[in-house]
């Protein structure tokens, strides 16, 4: 009944942080919808604004911390018990705080480069309706709470690997690193947050030693190939070499053409570090495959399309087939593991 139990839990958790996510959008395209307004801001609006700004809709891409949870369960025998549920929760706080600190700054650095963007020129900073001063504060204090909270109450390892989200947040945004600005290794050093969530996740469930490369390197190259998704779905959605350049400099060295090559070689990285973990860890992994073979082709389907949600992750959670392919990857996995014995015995007969 354990399997069938974690099930229950694993998909209540989903749905619970599903719900939250959808509340969180709701007032962020609020939020969004007045900028279009020309009405003097009242405190209310402001304090809207601010909280915008630091991108609460974007918590949902935190729910990837669960994956090196649910892998710790699958793989390696760890317990789903009250204390690891408590532990994963607030580490997953604590994620989603490190990210809106992060989302602060990058908002506070971009402001420069989104007055280019036929969009993101409307948000509050570059449209000159809130304080840079106080975004600023707000993320300083926003890494305060959340290094004192994961110092507190989390495993140690836990508390390294959030403020690692920290530092690569700093590298990503801040000059003269800044490495959003560089071709490819905007994607390479954006999706090295996939891992660190992965990690996040791992440690949660108090495990004792570090996942394995071949877990690390595949999450690592699912997050560039979404990275690179987002790319492409920007650079078809500007239109425009010039303006596009002028919005993030990498573009200058993009083309629709290396970016779909790029794409090409992350999803084949993923399904190379796939197959190790089916060799080595557990053959009953490749009973997701299919599932796994799905959900890219839809994805990248979906980046091609005019407007692409890809180029805003947030938009995702309008889309029913996301909650599908996650709902049912879980089942899929759990059944994995509980048929992976018959399965073993079945290739020892075969070999």
């Known amino acids: 009944m354990e399997p069938i139990f974690s099930i229950l839990i694993i998909i209540f958790l989903f749905i619970f942080l599903k719900k939250t996510f959808i509340l969180l959008k709701t007032l962020i395209l609020n939020i969004i919808s007045m900028t279009t307004t020309n009405y003097k801001l009242t405190y209310k609006n402001k304090i809207l604004y601010y909280i915008g700004v630091f991108r609460p809709s974007h918590w949902f891409k935190n729910i990837f911390m669960l994956v090196g949870s649910f892998t710790a369960y699958i793989f390696f025998n760890a317990s789903i018990t009250y204390e690891n549920i408590k532990l994963i929760l607030i580490a997953l706080l604590c994620t989603c705080l490190a990210s809106s600190a992060n989302y602060g700054i990058n908002e506070l650095i971009d402001s420069e480069f989104d007055k280019h963007h036929p969009v993101k020129k409307k948000r509050p900073i570059p449209s000159g309706k809130i304080s840079k001063k106080k975004v600023l504060f707000g993320s300083l204090l926003l890494v305060l709470i959340t290094a004192v909270i994961s110092f507190v109450y989390l495993p140690i390892e836990v508390f390294f690997a959030i403020i690692s989200l920290i530092v690569m947040g700093f590298f990503y945004n801040v000059r003269p690193f800044r490495t959003k600005e560089l071709p490819y290794l905007d994607v ?164």
């Open 188 to 351: 390479i050093s954006e999706s090295i947050n996939n891992p660190i969530r992965f990690v996040i996740g791992w440690y949660a469930m108090q495990m004792v030693f570090f996942p394995p490369v071949s877990f690390i390197v595949s999450f690592w190259a699912f997050g560039a190939f979404l990275m690179a998704c987002k790319r492409l779905a920007e650079y078809r959605f500007i239109n425009d070499p010039q303006k596009a350049a002028k919005y993030r400099k990498s573009f200058k060295y993009y083309t629709e053409e290396n970016l779909i090559v790029s794409i090409i070689g992350y999803i084949s990285l993923v399904s190379f570090s796939l197959a190790i973990i089916c060799i080595k860890y557990s053959i009953s992994v490749i009973l997701a495959v299919p599932v796994f073979i799905a959900s890219f082709i839809w994805y990248f389907k979906l980046t091609l399309k005019k407007d692409s949600p890809a180029k805003e992750p947030e938009k995702l959670l309008k889309h029913k087939e996301f909650y599908f392919f996650t709902i049912l990857t879980i089942i899929v996995l759990v059944l994995a593991k509980i048929l992976n014995p018959y399965l073993e015995f079945l290739l020892k007969i075969w070999s």
